[in-house]
């Protein structure tokens, strides 16, 4: 049964069973309807207490139904008629009230929680608004100001926020249902308050609604889902809650069939699947609460953070007093940010930051961490090195980890003692904030290791994907597919700005060009000149010759553009366009839309031939490195899931 009923005395207790996140599915909606109609005429019933089993209240909506038609029961018709029942309705609330979740508590006539419930509207982040009158009850029990918060802006109040906001009436311990029964009785002898539909609502000064949009058209990245909530917020605002929903239903509806909704669903899912993969849902990990981190440059620094922000403790190991003083003053500074950001997870102790941090010259005390992950510079023989002494020094059931970009993780572990124990963990910089871990397992990884892998990425908050051994791996493989046919075009005759321009319109932050300038051009060219020392034949490309008369990027002044000093602004650089004339061709006009589809397509063709070659588990799990690595724009889902929606098109033209 997906909703039970209980009957304590005069109080009916309706319990939403719908495991894992008594998601609001078509057969729950049916059963709500259906016993508010029951207890309305049930003369032994004065009160109704509506709850959900497990660790919390209603998640929301069932996200799978939204790839079809709607299907009646629709939950505005639900909760509308939960709001008008005969005998008042009171949500009993632990855990989570998500998107659809607390919309149906907003239906009931009172609100009750325990002091860890959490409130959300998060349909923004699906592509979508509100759709059962989110937008139009919400503001009128909290306020215009917050609901906007809450309903554009991601703003999630928890326990005392919530009742301080008036969104719950009162606050309880477990155990909850009992307590609510007791709330309940209470009630019944007193003036039960308006339905929340029926409050009233002053409207706000103008300057509100100004600086939300204004907060809201930052935050949102291109995604046209948050501003159209807020709009639907005014509009019962300013015409009342009837206009007010139908404009809610009505954009809702639009938007939920839209590419972008259906690409942030793609990412929900593939996001919720890369986190337990199925060989790892019975595989225990090992225990890790010290980790140890080798070099404490600018990728190190970044990696212990990402740990201390996690709540682990970390041994940070440099070869001098000279590096041991540079970490710590970047982990200060990388400390001061993140406290500034928010970014403390709930295991994470801001006050004890730095002191779960302890920095060491050489490996004296790494034998007490349970993990230990290298982050030296990228040469083989330096990173030997460093695991001869680790598996000299660690115990034997410490879990080893390099942080390898491009090489072959198998060489670095030759001749390792206890390789079962070693696989690959590759960071993205800056690693504290970069949300993506490649998670790279050689033949050798012992299962509970690579469990371990993934419960790290769990702990620090990170989107863990598994790579096959290749050069570069996943993400790495595909930006120099992304960046070569970005070089093409120039070759063609195509204008550096002009490529740069339609990659921003298309959503990334940085076209391929300034990215380069801000990583450096030199990474790229070495690759390229280690390959051509190796025989292979690879042809002189116009980034090459930048490089080779000292234009490496913003750190040098110049690349691909010029730079003045202390500005990172790319300018127009005539003296580049000259030094690469001998390899460009005539100049050449191109659509952006055509720029874009040249370079997605060459994303996708590296990625699937990543697939063929069993590199990698998904298309999902390519997006997923995409998005969280390489600043992919979420709201277009990906490489992969764009030529999908493209194979679609043409499947249907023909």
Known sequence: MTVNVEIDGEIA?????????????????????????????????????????????????????????????????????????????????????LG?????????????????????????????????????????????????????ENYTPVGAEALRLGLVDTLMEEPLVPGAVSFARAALGRALPPRSLNRGVSAPASDVWAEAEGRVVAD??????????????????????????????????????????????????AERAALRPADMRLQSPRSVETVGVVGGGTMGSGIAAALLNGGLSVVLIEQDEEGVFRARSTLAKLFESSRRRGLFGAGGDASG??????????????????????????DLAVKRAVFAELGRVCRPGTVLATNTSYIDPRLIAEGLLGPERFLGLHFFSPAHVMKLLEIIPTPQTAPD?????????????KVPVRSGICDGFIGNRILRRYRTEAEVLVRAGVGIAAVDAAMRAFGFAMGPFEMQDMAGLDIA???????????EPVPDMPGDLLVRVGRKGQ??????????????RPIRSPEAERIIAPLVGAKKEMAGEEIVARL???????????????????????????????GFPRRRGGPMFQASRQDMTITRTL
């Open 13 to 97: 207790i309706v319990t939403i069973e719908n495991p894992p996140v008594n998601a609001l599915s078509g057969a729950v909606r049916e059963r709500l309807l259906t016993l508010v109609e029951l207890l309305d005429g049930d003369a032994n019933i004065r009160a109704v207490v509506l709850t959900g089993a497990g660790r919390l209240f209603v998640a929301g909506a069932d996200i799978v139904e939204f790839d079809r038609p709607p299907e009646p029961p629709f939950l505005p018709e639900v909760i509308a008629r939960i709001e008008a029942a005969a005998k008042p309705w009171i949500a009993a609330i632990r855990g989570a009230a």
């Open 353 to 378: 930051w730095m002191d779960r941090l302890e920095t060491t010259i050489g490996y004296g005390t790494v034998e007490r961490c349970e993990l230990v992950i290298e982050a030296v510079f990228e």
């Open 100 to 152: 659809g979740g607390l919309e149906l508590a907003l239906g009931c006539r009172f609100r009750v929680a325990t002091a860890n419930a959490r409130f959300a509207l998060p349909e923004i982040n699906l592509g979508i608004i509100p759709g059962a009158g989110g937008t139009q009850r919400l503001p009128r029990v909290v306020g215009v100001a917050e609901a906007a918060r809450i309903v554009a």
């Open 555 to 568: 750190k040098s002044g110049g690349g691909w553009y010029d730079y003045i000093d202390g500005n990172r």
């Open 449 to 461: 290791v690579l469990a371990t892998g993934y419960d790290l990425a769990r702990r620090l908050g």
């Open 220 to 269: 949102a990245k291109g995604a046209t889902a948050p501003l159209q909530a807020l709009q639907a917020l005014r509009h019962g605002i300013d015409y009342g809650a009837e206009a007010g929903l139908a404009l809610e239903r009505k954009t809702f509806l639009a938007l939920r069939s839209t590419e972008e909704a259906a690409a942030l669903r793609h990412l929900f899912f």
């Open 600 to 630: 997605m397509t060459a994303m996708a063709d590296e990625g699937r031939t990543i697939l063929d070659e069993g590199i990698v588990a998904s298309a999902a799990d390519i997006d997923l490195v995409e998005v969280h690595g390489y």
């Open 525 to 535: 060219f070495l690759y390229r000149e280690a390959a051509r020392s190796r025989g």
